[in-house]
């Protein structure tokens, strides 16, 4: 553990209070063994683990703070020779040993079929990553799975339990409802439309979505599974795909209204319901000030901001479109964020083979709490307003309409 050249970089968590606990037993069982313990740290934070510290210390369990460098055997003992530097003392020390144990840190099961038939999503350690960290500890992002234990992250028994407790509690607010009720903000196929690519089914960070390519059956969509992100009808190019209650129409709408006065002193902003536009509201909670240029355009989640929308606001006279929604790693869809991130990379592409600045499109990731971020944004966004002229506008106006001939 904590070792990114020879191991995991991350903390085992019982690893130290295992290795006390058993020197302890050891001590207490058989008073007579020599017990040496090679550390670099002895993490006792927990209730009494400090005390279990001190009492082996107290059996006369040695600790070396330093880390072996080479273990050889000897030839004639046929004992264990190990060096290590002292790192309290100081000096290379030489102990020969009967016997070495080595504590080793925990690492993740991997289990890709069941990570897929569970929509389970993890984190770069390989654990399983809650739906939140603070308000769902135990959930998975997909509603009904809970987990405890080193499944999510390595623990001790204490805190295992503690978590399998927590985790059945979860699971018996459902049990006794009896029934789960769903947002109606879900997506809906048209079959007459969809033409079998699957790049719908790609996208959906719940798996919600099947199609069959080879037999020629149109995607369709499980809406118990389907959270509503509108990441699928984002990247369906043949508009196969409708958001119930933010549908492509509504979008454009707003965007329309917004931009029908003086479009060049405004600038439109997509934010993600879950954290950029509840950083907005955190913001105005704070009495925290900003530009009143910007003309917030909520959608569930940043995955749902068409290439199409952004377009659209370019050719009415916006200066600027932002795209903001939940920090990369903290999507509230899983990872439907990372769709949206290639998303703009793709129109920044585009936008510079047309001739456009992309400047002009901004993504910023900013969370629900981040009221203060949310303003410094919103001000830097108007400083980026400021730079472009009506003549930029009136040029990129005349590029997309030439565009759509």
């Not at 199609?211 to 009808?233: H, M, N, Q, R, W």
């Not at 990372?338 to 900013?366: A, F, S």
Request: a neutral charge; charged letters at 30%; aromatic letters at 8%.
């Amino acid at each position: 553990s904590r070792s990114e050249k020879r191991g995991n970089p991350y903390c085992s968590n019982y690893c130290c209070m295992n290795t006390v606990k058993e020197a302890l037993l050891i001590k207490e069982h058989h008073p007579e063994t020599e017990v040496k313990v090679f550390y670099m740290d002895i993490r006792s934070f927990g209730k009494g683990f400090e005390d279990l510290y001190i009492r082996s210390k107290e059996k006369g369990v040695e600790y070396i703070r330093g880390i072996p460098g080479e273990i050889e055997e000897d030839a004639t003992t046929k004992n264990l020779r190990l060096y290590v530097e002292d790192t309290t003392n100081g000096g290379l020390k030489v102990h020969e040993l009967d016997l070495v144990v080595l504590a080793t840190g925990a690492v993740p099961k991997v289990d890709p079929k069941l990570h897929s038939l569970l929509i389970l999503s993890k984190t770069p350690d390989g654990f399983l990553l809650e739906s939140h960290p603070k308000l769902k500890p135990v959930d998975a992002p997909s509603t009904g799975i809970f987990f405890a234990g080193c499944a999510e992250y390595p623990k001790d028994v204490k805190d295992s339990v503690t978590q399998a407790s927590a985790a059945a509690a979860r699971a018996e607010t459902i049990l006794a409802a009896g029934k789960i009720t769903i947002e109606a903000i879900t997506s809906k196929v048209d079959p007459a439309l969809c033409k079998f690519c699957g790049i719908c089914a790609k996208a959906c960070p719940y798996n919600a979505i099947t199609v069959d390519a080879k037999k020629k059956i149109p995607a369709s969509v499980a809406e118990a599974l389907c959270k509503g992100c509108g990441t699928c009808g984002a990247e369906c190019r043949f508009d196969a795909i409708k958001m119930q209650h933010f549908t492509d129409e509504q979008i454009m709408s707003q965007i329309e209204v917004a931009l029908a006065e003086e479009p060049e002193d405004k600038v439109i902003v997509f934010a993600c319901n879950w954290c950029s536009f509840a950083g907005g509201d955190t913001c105005g909670l704070s009495r925290l000030q900003y530009p009143t240029s910007p003309r917030l355009i909520r959608t569930m989640c940043s995955g749902r901001v068409d290439e199409k929308f952004v377009l659209k606001a370019f050719e009415l006279g916006a200066p600027i479109v932002l795209v903001s929604g939940c920090h990369y790693v903290d999507c509230h869809y899983i990872d439907a964020n990372r769709w949206t991130q290639k998303r703009v990379e793709r129109l920044w592409d585009r936008l510079e083979k047309l001739g456009i600045r992309p400047e002009r499109l901004q993504l910023e990731w900013i969370s629900a709490a981040e009221g203060a971020r949310f303003a410094q944004v919103m001000r830097a966004i108007e400083e980026l307003r400021k730079k472009v002229t009506k003549e930029e506008i009136k040029e990129t106006r005349r590029i997309l309409a030439e565009a759509k001939r």
